[in-house]
């Protein structure tokens, strides 16, 4: 029988249908190495009971041949998605003992289609972060380690939980969220497969919310085939949501393999920034060969304002977020300060010892940027240039398909080498916060190692709802690197 940490979620899911293997044989394999990673923090929440009777449940359905997309699969939940009456906490100290009476619309979608949750998995603290050091709940660390070198390596983040645990096969997948790189980013970190859909395609109904214009949901999974088939699942239409798509969800695995032939893949020159590891352009030119080899072609492009994405979207992001973020006082959920206070008075102890120092400094930019006599010079000037961003790829889409592009501008680095310096924590998102304030699905897939043996990955860029095009070349990308390295199990 393959060993658990072998399967990849299609794998397991023949396995099931097969009978090779029960769901519950398959939960209890995760559980116990769940338990034996507990040095790599990935988890803050594990719900073992809840695993076990979903996985019962399932073996009930899979003995009769019956079961949805993911019967019996476990999987592991970002804690930012709510779940019905388990603790929920965004990695903050804020929403302490914080059990949802609803189910949020992507977990629910999951579940409907027979999907085991194992836990609730660590995050940055409201996912603002790209290293998972702003959780409450202590950073996570990646099972990945520079050669010859014990060094506590970041996962990413903000999904460093989902990213984690994916890599060092706690479970067969997982959600994530990303808003301004959170499933790309630490996917590239960690050699694992990253999918953030079309603005609008998952429902964002019952995930706690950074930056509700930005904010996505999509997997991070071992595979291609593995992120398409949770993404189908995921997705879909939903009217508690204003923003959400209605539209038909396609097949996503349907079109793995399909050829690549003629379709025009765009190289922006502008992601060719100064001080980026040699390893990473050669990886680059490596990606637009086998695409070429693939038979597409190959097209250079530019997309100037680029330059602009990351202050707009360090603008944007904490606006919008200082504006979610005013529902958490101490009245409604969650921790409330100690003492007899005053109203204003409560309010203002709560949230100074309920949040974090990063989700402090995103309030206070955001209420600036937003505040009279500062709006028009910071927050609509922002909107403006990202309306220019949007119409840019537009443009830039007449005339390619797809655009290739580095995931990352670097590897992941060590714990504590960034998070006293936001601005170069910041840096990191500099690829990836395009597509968010564009609304276009990215994905990143891996590519290979650096001379320090850690994981970097490619990342492609597509038309709004054209997530099969990005898959299908994801595909090609992954066959083409035969990425075949894991992380050594040094955790256990
Ligand atoms: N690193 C970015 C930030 O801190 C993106 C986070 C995200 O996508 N959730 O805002």
Same mark, same amino acid.
């Given at each position: 029988?393959t060993? %658990?940490?072998n399967?990849t979620l ?12 029960s769901s &519950? ?5 995760y +559980? ?10 990935s ?9 076990l ?9 899979l003995?009769?041949g019956?079961?949805?997309d ?6 592991g939940?970002?804690?930012?998605f709510? &779940?019905?009456?388990?603790l929920?906490?965004?990695g903050s100290?804020i ?5 949802p009476g609803?189910e ?10 027979g ?5 609730? +998995?660590? +995050?940055?603290e409201f996912a603002?972060g ?14 990945w380690r520079?050669?010859?070198d014990?060094?506590? %390596?970041?996962?990413g ?8 645990a994916?890599?060092a096969?706690?479970?067969?997948g997982?959600t994530a !969220?990303?808003t301004?790189g959170s499933i790309r980013q630490?996917a590239?970190f ?5 999918i953030?859909?079309t603005?609008?395609r998952c429902s964002?109904?019952?995930t706690v919310?950074?930056?509700s214009s930005?904010?996505q ?5 071992? !595979?291609v085939r ?7 699942s995921?997705a879909?239409?939903?009217?508690k ?8 969800v396609p ?12 379709l025009k893949?765009g190289i922006p ?9 040699a390893?990473?352009?050669d990886?680059w030119?490596?990606? %637009?060969?086998w695409l070429?080899?693939a038979?597409?072609?190959i097209?250079?492009?530019? *997309?100037?304002l !680029?330059k602009?994405a990351?202050?707009?979207?360090y603008i944007?992001?904490?606006?919008e977020?200082?504006s979610?973020?005013a529902r958490y ?11 007899? *206070?005053?109203?204003?008075e409560?309010y203002e ?9 990063e989700?402090?400094?995103r309030?206070? %930019?955001?209420t600036?940027v ?5 709006? $028009? ?5 922002a909107q ?6 949007f119409?840019?790829f537009? $443009?830039a889409f007449?005339?390619v $398909?797809?655009i290739l ?8 680095f060590?714990?504590?080498?960034k ?8 840096l990191?998102?500099?690829?990836t916060?395009?597509a968010n304030?564009?609304? *276009?699905p990215?994905?990143?897939?891996p590519?290979g ?6 994981? *970097?990955g490619?990342?492609l860029i597509?038309?709004?709802l054209d997530?099969e !095009? ?10 083409a690197?035969n990425f075949?390295?894991?992380?050594? $199990?040094?955790?256990?």
């Amino acid at each position: 029988m393959t060993k %658990i940490e072998n399967h990849t979620l299609s794998s397991l899911r023949d396995a099931l249908k097969n009978k090779d293997l029960s769901s &519950t044989e398959a939960t209890q394999a995760y +559980l116990s190495r769940i338990e034996n990673a507990s040095s790599l923090n990935s988890f803050i929440t594990l719900t073992a009971d809840k695993a076990l009777d979903m996985a019962k449940a399932s073996d009930a359905k899979l003995t009769k041949g019956e079961g949805g997309d993911l019967e019996g699969i476990p999987l592991g939940i970002k804690d930012l998605f709510c &779940t019905k009456d388990v603790l929920t906490t965004a990695g903050s100290h804020i929403l302490d003992g914080f059990k949802p009476g609803y189910e949020s619309s992507v977990t629910s979608n999951l579940f409907n289609d027979g999907a085991v949750m194992l836990g609730k +998995l660590n +995050l940055d603290e409201f996912a603002m972060g790209s290293s998972n050091e702003t959780s409450f709940y202590g950073p996570v660390i990646s099972p990945w380690r520079r050669n010859g070198d014990t060094t506590k %390596i970041t996962p990413g983040g903000s999904s460093g939980g989902s990213a984690s645990a994916v890599s060092a096969a706690l479970c067969a997948g997982a959600t994530a !969220t990303d808003t301004g790189g959170s499933i790309r980013q630490p996917a590239a970190f960690t050699g694992t497969v990253g999918i953030k859909p079309t603005y609008g395609r998952c429902s964002r109904w019952g995930t706690v919310a950074f930056a509700s214009s930005l904010d996505q949901a999509g997997p991070i999974t071992r !595979t291609v085939r593995d992120g398409a088939i949770m993404l189908k699942s995921m997705a879909g239409y939903d009217p508690k949501d204003s923003t959400s798509i209605n539209q038909a969800v396609p097949d996503y695995e349907a079109v793995l393999g399909q050829s690549v032939k003629g379709l025009k893949i765009g190289i922006p020159k502008e992601y060719r920034i100064d001080g980026m590891p040699a390893k990473i352009e050669d990886l680059w030119s490596k990606g %637009i060969e086998w695409l070429k080899d693939a038979g597409c072609e190959i097209v250079d492009i530019s *997309l100037p304002l !680029t330059k602009y994405a990351l202050p707009v979207y360090y603008i944007v992001a904490p606006a919008e977020a200082s504006s979610n973020l005013a529902r958490y006082d101490g009245v409604k959920y969650g921790f409330r300060a100690d003492g007899d *206070l005053p109203i204003d008075e409560l309010y203002e102890q709560t949230r100074a010892q309920g949040f974090g120092d990063e989700v402090k400094r995103r309030i206070m %930019i955001g209420t600036y940027v937003l505040s009279a006599g500062y709006y $028009d010079a910071y927050y609509l000037r922002a909107q403006k240039v990202r309306k220019k961003i949007f119409d840019e790829f537009h $443009d830039a889409f007449k005339a390619v $398909d797809l655009i290739l592009t580095p995931s990352a501008p670097s590897a992941a680095f060590g714990l504590g080498e960034k998070s006293g310096d936001p601005v170069s924590m910041y840096l990191n998102d500099i690829f990836t916060v395009t597509a968010n304030l564009a609304g *276009l699905p990215g994905m990143s897939v891996p590519a290979g190692l650096d001379e320090q043996g850690l994981p *970097l990955g490619l990342q492609l860029i597509a038309r709004p709802l054209d997530e099969e !095009t990005m898959l299908k070349g994801g595909y090609v990308l992954e066959k083409a690197a035969n990425f075949k390295a894991r992380p050594e $199990d040094w955790w256990i």
